[in-house]
């Protein structure tokens, strides 16, 4: 059982930039996937960024230049720095966890998820 746990979430400006923690239960890294999702009131979630143990970042097209996903090996966290916020990434943001195989977007395929923590962008 993996737990996660995010944090750093709020209210900011358009332009403006936010980092997201996940925190992650002592869990045995071997191979594994950290991935953000994130889903607005009334929309479907959607896959954000990937993390693999061994540091390959994936991107969604939404994002890719704006944000970037980083992970501190010794403390089990995972960080999204999201930069030049606009409204449209305002939703609730969460993190989830798979072992091994390749890291994608699909959320189907990670096993243990976090709350979320909620982001606001205001224009």
């Known amino acids: 059982q993996v737990q996660l746990v995010e944090s750093g979430g709020g209210s900011v400006q358009a332009g403006r930039s936010l980092r997201l923690s996940c925190a992650a239960s002592?869990?045995?890294?071997?191979?594994?996937?950290m991935g953000w999702f994130r889903q607005a009131p009334g929309k479907e979630r959607e896959g954000v960024a990937t993390i693999h143990s061994g540091g390959s970042t994936y991107y969604a097209d939404s994002v890719k230049g704006r944000f970037t996903n980083s992970q501190d090996n010794a403390k089990n966290t995972v960080y999204l720095q999201m930069t030049s916020l606009k409204p449209e990434d305002t939703a609730m943001y969460y993190c989830?966890?798979?072992?091994?195989?390749?890291?994608?977007?699909?959320?189907?395929?990670?096993?243990?998820w976090g709350p979320g923590t909620p982001v606001t962008v205001s224009s």
């Open positions: 989830a966890f798979r072992y091994g195989g390749s890291c994608s977007l699909v959320d189907f395929t990670y096993k243990y």
């Open positions: 002592t869990y045995t890294y071997i191979s594994a996937c």
